[in-house]
């Protein structure tokens, strides 16, 4: 696995992870569009004219070079992306979007994450766009999450497991560990439980390269 290992710039494994996720994500998005049209659905906020030249990773690399944000930061904005899409189910990602919506879920993330950030100008120029447009997906994406920013320890480490299975999805020689299936009360005491914990901490390792 030593392709997950941190490159040279010191880039994290999330933000490959998160990249290469979000990048498929828009290329079947994009297979399933005859003529690659854009729709104009409730996404149009988030919608550009033409495909960015920079590719998504080389995008997500960038916000990290630049932005400071903390890794935790990316994992939360996966999480505020998904909480997004669920609540409008008429909007996709594809690759006419997919550089707003990472630009944006990021800026949400850090505000709400780290003690201290860069404020929205400076964000605008990091994600190549005016001040006035990262201020108006601000709102509209915090309108579309339903202002549902709060995450868990618990959703934290959820979506760690799932970014966890991307890894191994670039890495076909090691099998994930086997799903923990249980079905217990709160109130009585597990080994399955801790062990459910346990696969959890090892995502996160997984994920953070620690």
Not at 9 to 36: E, H, K
Not at 127 to 149: A, H
């Amino acid at each position: 696995m030593s392709k997950l290992i941190e490159d040279p710039y010191g880039v994290p494994r999330i933000v490959s992870i998160l990249s290469s996720l979000l990048q498929r994500v828009a290329d079947r998005n994009d297979a399933t569009r005859p003529g690659l049209l854009r729709p104009t659905t409730a996404c149009s906020a988030f919608q550009g004219l033409s495909k960015p030249s920079i590719s998504v990773r080389g995008y997500l690399e960038r916000i990290f070079r630049y932005a400071n944000c903390s890794p935790s930061c990316y994992v939360v904005a996966y999480i505020y992306l998904d909480r997004f899409l669920h609540r409008n189910p008429a909007v996709s990602i594809d690759s006419f979007n997919v550089h707003r919506f990472i630009i944006t879920s990021v800026l949400a993330a850090v505000k709400f994450m780290d003690d201290i950030y860069y404020n929205n100008t400076y964000f605008a120029k990091v994600g190549g766009i005016s001040l006035m447009e990262m201020n108006y997906l601000e709102v509209d994406f915090l309108f579309g999450v339903g202002f549902e920013l709060n995450v868990t320890p618990v959703t934290f480490n959820s979506y760690c497991s799932i970014l966890q299975k991307e890894i191994y999805a670039s890495d076909l020689s090691q099998a994930p560990p086997r799903a923990i299936l249980c079905s217990l009360s709160e109130d009585e005491p597990s080994s399955c439980q801790q062990q459910q914990q346990q696969t959890q901490q090892l995502a996160v390792r997984e994920v953070f390269g620690t």
